[in-house]
């Protein structure tokens, strides 16, 4: 829809929803009467309704990424209250990091969530509101979408609070901004900007200012993203101590800061409840690395083998296996994993090192998190 098509629909939408969950309008023109009476007729399944709206939208931003990006315009005159088929703000488009332009949020992500914002008594109620917004994150983060994941786990986080799976997501979001491939994109007037707390495009004094990508971005430091993830996590795994994956990617993070036997005592927990494939992979890997650095290397042999037992070309763990042995100063044993590396490297294929996809969290299960919206939505009645 161009922004002159919401335009006109924006002008009925708030009319037809209070008339949907039975509100009565005041002094009606004869348009807006036949509205009403056409929201009327479906005011007795008003849940349904707005949650197969949401879905359809949320189908429609899914579908809308092979069309032509549009530039940012201005969509509503100014002065005009705020409204979900105009989201504010924009996002970034970028190569490999390369700063781009810019485009507008998709206005069907926004208008969605306010969709799913009307589900009685409360969305938070609801399984179905859960469950959309895990699946539809997950779908983001496969896309590396993460302008748009931000404000869409933002309003998450206030309508399910106590939700694991968005505590996990929000975690994940703020992990990835911690990785290499984020913090590549600050520079190191960025970090000291950033540091300093001067992030403004004019900073007081002669203070640094930050770089265009950087501002846009949202990356915080390193030492900050880890220590959200790590709080968010925990607070994922307070609401439920099942969540796995949680307890891996935390220890990750552990890891990282140098907690190497906590993080080991988070990764065997993990292991024992025998974990999906990619996420045992994970947790091998990780407490390989733990292992090493606690000075314990024929356990972190059996974890990096552990580990190429569940992916066999898997780069990660064949190097983490050549370092041990290289520790262990057996040199055949060194060489060994790296000369398989030389024989798989011409063509790798990503999905043999579940390493590579570490950054998209759960959107790997997105299309089956995606079915489960589409089959819970059909069967309502």
């Known amino acids: 829809m161009t922004p002159e098509q919401r335009a006109d629909l924006n002008d009925g939408m708030e009319l037809f929803l209070t008339a949907l969950f039975g509100g009565r309008p005041g002094t009606l023109t004869v348009s807006e009467r036949r509205l009403v009476e056409l929201a009327r007729q479906h005011s007795g399944e008003a849940n349904r309704f707005v949650k197969r709206a949401a879905v359809l939208h949320s189908d429609a931003a899914i579908t809308d990424r092979r069309a032509p990006r549009q530039p ?10 705020p409204s979900p088929l105009f989201p504010q703000g924009q996002l970034i488009e970028d190569d490999d990091g390369e700063f781009k332009g810019q485009r507008d949020p998709n206005w069907n992500w926004s208008f969605a969530r306010s969709l799913l914002d009307l589900v009685t008594p409360r969305p938070a109620e609801d399984p179905f509101v859960a469950e959309w917004y895990h699946a539809t994150t997950a779908y983001m983060f496969r896309q590396y ?47 000291t900007a950033l540091r300093f707390k001067n992030p403004g495009a004019r ?33 994922a795994l307070k609401v439920d101590p099942s969540f796995v994956e949680a307890r891996v990617r935390l220890a990750r993070l552990l890891i990282v800061r140098k907690r190497y036997a906590e993080a080991d005592r988070e990764l065997t927990a993990a292991l024992v409840a025998i974990p999906d494939p990619v996420v045992a992979y994970y947790a091998h890997l990780f407490a390989g690395r733990a292992d090493r650095a606690l000075d314990r290397l024929d356990a972190a042999e059996g974890h990096y083998r552990a580990a190429l037992a569940l992916y066999p070309e898997a780069q990660s763990a064949l190097l983490g296996a050549s370092q041990v042995a290289l520790l262990r100063a057996d040199v055949p044993g060194a060489l060994a994993p790296v000369h398989r590396l030389a024989e798989i490297i011409v063509g790798h294929d990503r999905a043999t090192d579940p390493w590579w996809r570490y950054r998209i969290g759960h959107g790997r299960n997105v299309d089956a998190l995606l079915t489960r919206v589409w089959s819970a939505i059909a069967s309502q009645k």
């Open 72 to 81: 940012p315009r201005s969509s509503r005159p100014h002065g005009d209250p």
């Open 145 to 191: 979408a993460y302008g748009e994941a931000t404000p869409h786990l933002d309003h998450a986080a206030a309508v399910l609070p106590d939700e694991p799976r968005i505590l996990f997501d929000l975690a994940c979001l703020s992990e990835v901004k911690g990785l290499p491939i984020s913090q590549a994109v600050l520079t190191d007037q960025d970090l």
């Open 203 to 235: 900073p007081m004094g002669n203070g640094p200012r930050l770089s265009t990508m950087a501002s846009m971005a949202g990356i915080p430091p390193l030492e900050v993203a880890n220590a959200e993830a790590e709080k968010l996590f925990r607070q």
